[in-house]
């Protein structure tokens, strides 16, 4: 089991910067790929970015050029900062753990975390 909290959501302005964490803990944090997805009102989950153990990484294009996703693997932690932020980017912000390489697939991460709001102010 992976347990995963997310924090560092909240209300922010449109063009402002926002930092998520998400802290691992329970199975070794490095053998798993981790990744950010969102799900606004009314819509899916979709993928926002992914990195695997080694540092490998890959976004949506919707963030592509505005987020980096990194990790710290002696922190059990996961990051996304995200710049130039829009109205949106609203949703809530899931941390995601996968056991396989990485993926922008929902279907590819068995834990996930609760959740953290991001709210951009237009």
């Known amino acids: 089991q992976v347990q995963l909290v997310e924090s560092g959501g909240g209300l922010v302005q449109a063009g402002g910067s926002l930092r998520l964490s998400c802290a691992a803990s329970?199975?070794?944090?490095?053998?798993?790929?981790m990744g950010w997805f969102r799900q606004a009102p009314g819509k899916e989950r979709e993928f926002v970015a992914t990195?695997?153990?080694?540092?490998?990484?890959y976004y949506a294009d919707s963030v592509k050029g505005r987020s980096t996703i990194s990790r710290d693997n002696a922190k059990n932690t996961v990051y996304l900062q995200m710049n130039s932020l829009k109205p949106e980017d609203t949703a809530v912000y899931y941390c995601?753990?996968?056991?396989?390489?990485?993926?922008?697939?929902?279907?590819?991460?068995?834990?996930w975390g609760q959740g953290t709001q991001v709210t951009v102010a237009s």
């Open positions: 329970g199975r070794t944090f490095s053998n798993y790929a």
């Open positions: 990195i695997s153990w080694s540092g490998t990484t």
């Open positions: 995601a753990a996968s056991p396989a390489a990485i993926s922008a697939s929902r279907y590819a991460y068995n834990y």
